[in-house]
């Protein structure tokens, strides 16, 4: 997008409540994060996001190790699974210290397809690291994308940023986007 955020991690419990959907899940998560960042941050324009794969209603989250990355990655070979990212906003008037911060969150979903693969491509994607901190323990923007047989939706939301929908709640707050960055504006009727 051409522009160069800060990152600061929000250190948020990541564990499923009872009984939470997967889409609850990401939007309560992403919320969360940019929530735990804008109160550290006053002033700041805050975007935090969670994403999750979501195969026969079973969510998979990052793999506990290379173990249960090798088993998600065989899960999925062959079949079709829901990557489902959670995207918020969250800023104060740091003026006015004691307002909490003001929230604007979206979920997206996309399917993807896996091609069939054998044990043998996957132990060797897994041994290069990059699927032990991925949902679903791959990333389609790396090494990852070799498996991927097709997407269906936003490419974005696989990746974990749905940024189509980044751009329209930076709208909705006040921010317009352009390839030149972010300039500020009056939110119009009814958003924010």
């Known amino acids: 997008m051409g522009l160069e955020p800060e990152v600061h991690p929000a250190r948020v419990d990541e564990s499923p ?9 990401v939007e309560r998560l992403a919320r969360a994060k940019a929530v735990a960042v804008a109160e550290r941050e006053p002033g700041a324009l805050v975007v935090g996001g ?24 065989l899960a999925l070979s062959g079949r ?9 906003l969250a800023w104060s008037d740091p003026s006015d210290g004691s307002a909490p911060p003001r929230t604007l969150v979206a979920v997206e979903r996309t399917e993807v397809r896996f091609r069939t693969l054998d044990e043998p ?23 990852g994308g070799v498996l991927v047989e097709s997407v ?10 749905p940024v189509a929908r980044l751009v329209e709640l930076l709208a909705r707050a006040g921010w317009r986007y352009s390839s030149a960055g972010l300039t500020q504006q009056a939110p119009g009727p009814g958003d924010a």
Do not use: C
């Open 152 to 161: 269906r939706g936003d490419y974005d939301t696989v990746v974990g940023l």
């Open 50 to 73: 969670d994403t999750v794969v979501v195969l026969d209603g079973l969510v998979l989250g990052k793999p506990s190790g290379p173990d249960d990355a090798v088993a998600m990655l």
């Open 17 to 25: 409540l009872p009984g939470e959907t997967a889409a609850e899940h």
């Open 121 to 143: 491509t996957v132990r060797a994607y897994v041994a290069t690291g990059e699927p032990l901190d991925k949902a679903g323990a791959y990333g389609i923007q790396g090494r």
């Open 80 to 88: 079709r699974h829901e990557v489902l990212s959670g995207v918020a």
